[in-house]
């Protein structure tokens, strides 16, 4: 049982570029979620999902598209790629059904990206 | 979204209780309280969570104050491995939305 993959694990842009993040989750959830951490700092919410078909904006969505066409996947997209991206994005999923102690998140390992 | 207050940083002495404070004043009735962790160069990992009675399980224990506007949890025996930074995160239970702080980051001395 893989829980959440992140493609890929490291990536280096040139500001400009475009690039798509690839989560996927092999735990049939219904929520995803997508954060940046910037060094010393906390998490914070870009865009997450609460279903196939649906997106919504999280604390700093500006810069960023996401896309969840499969239930299973979840893109995060940067369409024009700045220095002020350059950033650790994790990927979250989290059951959305069933009782409290059954929804909590689980995390990928990370992307660490780059944009000079 | 309702904030949470944690202290930047706290010591504790390896094989020591620890108590890690959080102060959520805003809490809304339907918001569940929860801890997660991030060890070094990792993404987040659940440790436990809670609505209105304290909470045990086989990592640590989550104490919530009666008019809810505080939890600490508490790791009874801290190890090296338990150095982290641990988030207190508010969610309600309509969104599923989650916002993190910055967290506490404990330092375990050996």
């Known amino acids: 049982n893989a829980g959440v993959t992140q493609t890929p694990k490291f990536r280096v842009l040139k500001t400009g570029q475009s690039m798509t993040l690839l989560c996927a989750q092999d735990m049939n959830h219904e929520y995803m979620y997508w954060y940046r951490q910037d060094p010393g700092m906390g998490l914070r919410l870009i865009h997450y999902s609460v279903g196939e078909g649906t997106t919504a904006k999280g604390e700093v969505p500006d810069g960023y598209n996401v896309s969840r066409l499969k239930k299973q996947n979840f893109l995060l997209g940067l369409e024009s790629a700045a220095p002020s991206q350059t950033s650790v994005y994790f990927c979250a999923s989290l059951r959305g059904q069933g009782a409290p102690w059954e929804n909590i998140q689980y995390f990928g390992a990370g992307t660490r990206l780059s944009v000079l | 979204d309702a904030k949470t207050t944690q202290p930047n940083s706290m010591e504790s002495n390896e094989e020591e209780p620890v108590h890690l404070p959080c102060n959520h004043s805003?809490?809304?009735?339907?918001?569940?309280i929860h801890w997660y962790r991030q060890l070094p160069s990792q993404g987040p990992e659940y440790v436990i969570h809670g609505l209105t009675s304290n909470v045990n399980n086989r990592m640590a224990s989550l104490a919530i104050a009666e008019d809810r506007k505080s939890s600490t949890l508490i790791l009874h025996r801290a190890t090296l491995r338990d150095a982290a930074v641990y988030y207190c995160i508010l969610r309600d239970v309509g969104t599923y939305k989650y916002i993190f702080g910055t967290g506490t980051r404990l330092k375990v001395l050996a």
């Open positions: 805003t809490i809304s009735g339907t918001d569940y």
